[in-house]
T-cell receptor, first 112, second 113 residues
Framework: NAGVTQTPKFRILKIGQSMTLQCAQDMNHNYMYWYRQDPGMGLKLIYYSVGAGITDKGEVPNGYNVSRSTTEDFPLRLELAAPSQTSVYFC???????????FGSGTRLTVV | AQSVTQPDIHITVSEGASLELRCNYSYGATPYLFWYVQSPGQGLQLLLKYFSGDTLVQGIKGFEAEFKRSQSSFNLRKPSVHWSDAAEYFCAVVGGATNKLIFGTGTLLAVQP
């Protein structure tokens, strides 16, 4: 099993550019999540999905968008990148509350 | 609202010494609690979890944690630390139908030879 796969691993964007961070899981998990991690701040939830076709905002959704057309994929879209979006982004999936999450290896994004 | 507090930002221990990392949570009902570890440049790996039953839970890599409802705590322990345990440790709580994890800000563990 591949688990949760995130691409790319690293990316440098210029201010105002857009990009999509890809996330795919092969465990048939209904729940999927996007977090960002900044030094000393822990992980903050950006968006989440409880199943295909259902998404909702987390704690820090501004500047981001998501879609969930299939159970496997949960891409995160950055429109008009800003320096404040420089961060490490983690995607995670879960089968339910008692199981915890499986995390991807992260995408390190720098906006210059 | 749910929240998690990890009061220690940075801890240094000597190799072979015991370790306790503190975690306090705020949640109205019985919480689902987790400890994750993150090595530099890596994703997060689940160490252990608690959701019911025995309040002392065992995890991977020789770690254990004890759930104390009266103190709203879920502290992580290890009897003898190895140099490979140097990493950042995150406590988290989940609740509600959406299964959202709320993370603490993490404790960075350094291990001295």
């Amino acid at each position: 099993n591949a688990g949760v796969t995130q691409t790319p691993k690293f990316r440098i964007l210029k201010i105002g550019q857009s990009m999509t961070l890809q996330c795919a899981q092969d465990m048939n998990h209904n729940y999927m999540y996007w977090y960002r991690q900044d030094p000393g701040m822990g992980l903050k939830l950006i968006y989440y999905s409880v199943g295909a076709g259902i998404t909702d905002k987390g704690e820090v959704p501004n500047g981001y968008n998501v879609s969930r057309s299939t159970t496997e994929d949960f891409p995160l879209r950055l429109e008009l990148a800003a320096p404040s979006q420089t961060s490490v982004y983690f995607c995670a999936s879960s089968p339910g509350q008692a199981y915890g999450y499986t995390f991807g290896s992260g995408t390190r994004l720098t906006v210059v | 609202a749910q929240s998690v507090t990890q009061p220690d930002i940075h801890i240094t221990v000597s190799e072979g010494a015991s370790l306790e990392l503190r975690c306090n949570y705020s949640y109205g009902a019985t919480p689902y609690l987790f400890w994750y570890v993150q090595s530099p440049g890596q994703g997060l790996q689940l160490l252990l979890k608690y959701f019911s039953g025995d309040t002392l839970v065992q995890g991977i890599k020789g770690f254990e944690a004890e759930f104390k409802r009266s103190q709203s705590s879920f502290n992580l322990r290890k009897p003898s630390v190895h140099w490979s345990d140097a990493a950042e440790y995150f406590c988290a709580v989940v609740g509600g139908a959406t299964n959202k994890l709320i993370f603490g800000t993490g404790t960075l563990l350094a291990v001295q030879p």
